[in-house]
């Protein structure tokens, strides 16, 4: 069963405007990341956040976690016509290397 | 520089055939994952290894089998195709450390007809 359930499912903006998305997961991690994927192509890496870690900032990324409420928080800022992408969040859970995926959230940014 | 590659990158085989997906990595990663991706389930992880030699069961296992004979190739094999197999099959593979990032092949759309 999956663990994440991304929210919304789809998001369109404006370009230069700020993206939020959100994940909840049902069990006890050890991290949880998120993914981008362009359409057609394969998943790439975006960031990590430990389960001990509340807040972490990439260039224009920044993604929290709230492990008392199972969840996290992907904020993309002054987004670009090139955000436009599917994003997932994904965890893992202690003494694992295995990710459970969600569902995805398709972000569109509007030029 | 080192990658991730899937082979075919697309294939329509008929059902009942063996097929069998190709993936290869020269980070030398000890950890190899297979995932399906279908329309309103995401990423569903079918089998994984952490090593040569060992092969393990994910959430959708049962039609697939894989095998590691070396670290660098993990094969995944359809042994007879059915139509609800038809889905776009990613390999991603993983350093063995807790920062487990995954780093993700382009992959193959298969169709079974």
């Known amino acids: 069963s999956q663990q994440g359930e991304e929210d919304p499912q789809a998001l369109s903006i404006q370009e230069g405007e700020n993206a939020t998305m959100n994940c909840s997961y049902k069990?006890?991690?050890?991290?949880l990341q998120w993914y981008r994927q362009n359409s057609g192509r394969g998943l790439v890496h975006l960031i990590l956040?430990?389960?001990?870690?509340r807040e972490k900032h990439s260039g224009r990324l920044r993604v929290t976690l709230d492990t008392s409420k199972k969840s996290s928080s992907l904020l993309i800022t002054a987004s670009r016509a090139a955000d436009t992408a599917s994003y997932f969040c994904?965890?893992?859970?202690?003494?694992?290397?295995?990710?459970?995926f969600g569902k995805g959230t398709k972000l569109s940014v509007i030029p | 520089d080192a990658e991730i590659t899937q082979s075919p990158r697309h294939k329509i085989t008929e059902t009942g055939r063996q097929v069998t997906l190709a993936c290869h990595q020269t980070?030398?990663?000890?950890?190899m994952f297979w995932y399906r991706q279908d329309l309103g389930h995401g990423l569903r992880l079918i089998h994984y290894?952490?090593?040569?030699?060992?092969?393990n069961k994910g959430e959708v296992s049962d039609g697939y089998s894989v095998s590691r004979s070396n670290t660098e190739d993990l094969p995944l094999t359809l042994e007879s195709a059915a139509s609800s197999q038809t889905s776009v099959y990613f390999c991603?593979?993983?350093?063995?450390?807790?920062?487990?990032?995954?780093?993700f092949g382009p992959g193959t759309r298969l169709t079974v007809l």
């Open positions: 994904a965890t893992t859970g202690a003494g694992s290397y295995q990710l459970t």
């Open positions: 290894s952490y090593g040569v030699q060992d092969t």
């Open positions: 991603a593979s993983s350093p063995g450390t807790r920062m487990n990032e995954q780093f």
């Open positions: 956040i430990r389960s001990n870690e």
């Open positions: 069990t006890s991690i050890n991290n």
């Open positions: 980070w030398n990663h000890n950890n």
